[in-house]
């Protein structure tokens, strides 16, 4: 589903844009999508009705849907340099250590982009795919870096890197759901260790 965008925004709209979604995004991670209304939105926000739509004509739908941008990048900023190579295993090692980082640093548990998906699939599922394809594009990441190592020989020959990297991610996002229900970063290390574990399985 296409994303509605507000007119072409001057400097000072846009940075008034963006405050509005980084307070919106920790409203809706603390409370849902469900139990956050726009009124709640405006309040914590400080800004109007009118001012909403402004930025946002798609309404709570658009909004919600720039939060998931937000929460994407935020995510994935926070595994950088690592994310963007994994080419050697110390660079997955890296890799790991910024995620159990990044999210024991957080005052909520659990990964945002995953919970608004899943929380998106029942009332809105095309909002919902939109969101899931920060999850793709977080998995891929993950995959190309498998693919540099087997390309290097790190990997073997026969080691198939999309099957590998879903795993790994399967693993990250198990993690984080037992590490939201037990408000407890252990399950999150123990799901990643057992991935890299199950990763150099795969080693030349």
Same mark, same amino acid.
């Given at each position: 589903?296409?994303?509605?965008?507000?007119? =072409?925004?001057? /400097? =000072?709209?846009?940075?008034?844009?963006?405050?509005?979604? &980084?307070? #919106?995004? %920790?409203?809706?991670?603390?409370?849902?999508?469900?139990?956050?209304?726009?009124?709640?939105?405006?309040?914590?926000?400080?800004?109007? =009705? $009118?001012?909403?739509? +402004?930025?946002?004509?798609?309404?709570?739908?658009?909004?919600?849907?720039?939060?998931?941008?937000?929460?994407?990048?935020?995510?994935?900023?926070?595994?950088?340099?690592?994310?963007?190579? @994994?080419?050697?295993? &110390? #660079?997955?090692?890296?890799?790991?250590?910024?995620?159990?980082? +990044?999210?024991? !640093?957080? /005052? +909520?548990?659990?990964?945002?982009?995953? $919970?608004?998906?899943?929380?998106?699939?029942?009332?809105?599922?095309?909002?919902?795919? %939109?969101? #899931? &394809?920060?999850?793709? =594009?977080?998995?891929?990441?993950? *995959?190309?870096?498998?693919?540099?190592?087997?390309? !290097?020989?790190? @990997?073997?020959?026969? #080691?198939? /890197?999309?099957?590998?990297?879903? !795993?790994?991610?399967? $693993?990250? *996002?198990?993690? @984080?759901?037992?590490?939201?229900?037990?408000? $407890?970063?252990?399950?999150?290390?123990?799901?990643?260790?057992?991935?890299?574990?199950?990763?150099?399985?795969?080693?030349?």
């Amino acid at each position: 589903m296409g994303v509605m965008t507000a007119t =072409k925004l001057t /400097p =000072k709209g846009a940075a008034t844009r963006e405050r509005i979604v &980084e307070a #919106a995004a %920790d409203l809706i991670l603390a409370r849902g999508v469900g139990g956050t209304s726009l009124d709640d939105i405006r309040a914590g926000t400080a800004t109007s =009705k $009118s001012q909403l739509f +402004h930025y946002f004509p798609g309404g709570k739908s658009e909004l919600v849907g720039a939060i998931a941008a937000f929460q994407a990048e935020r995510v994935l900023q926070a595994q950088r340099p690592y994310l963007d190579t @994994l080419d050697t295993w &110390e #660079a997955w090692q890296g890799w790991r250590d910024s995620v159990i980082a +990044h999210y024991g !640093s957080q /005052p +909520h548990w659990g990964c945002p982009i995953g $919970s608004l998906a899943g929380e998106l699939m029942g009332n809105d599922p095309a909002r919902a795919a %939109d969101v #899931a &394809e920060h999850l793709n =594009k977080w998995r891929g990441y993950l *995959q190309a870096g498998a693919e540099r190592m087997r390309e !290097s020989g790190l @990997l073997r020959a026969d #080691a198939d /890197p999309e099957r590998l990297a879903l !795993s790994v991610f399967a $693993s990250l *996002q198990g993690g @984080l759901l037992l590490t939201q229900t037990m408000c $407890s970063i252990e399950p999150l290390a123990a799901a990643l260790d057992g991935a890299l574990a199950t990763l150099r399985d795969s080693a030349a």
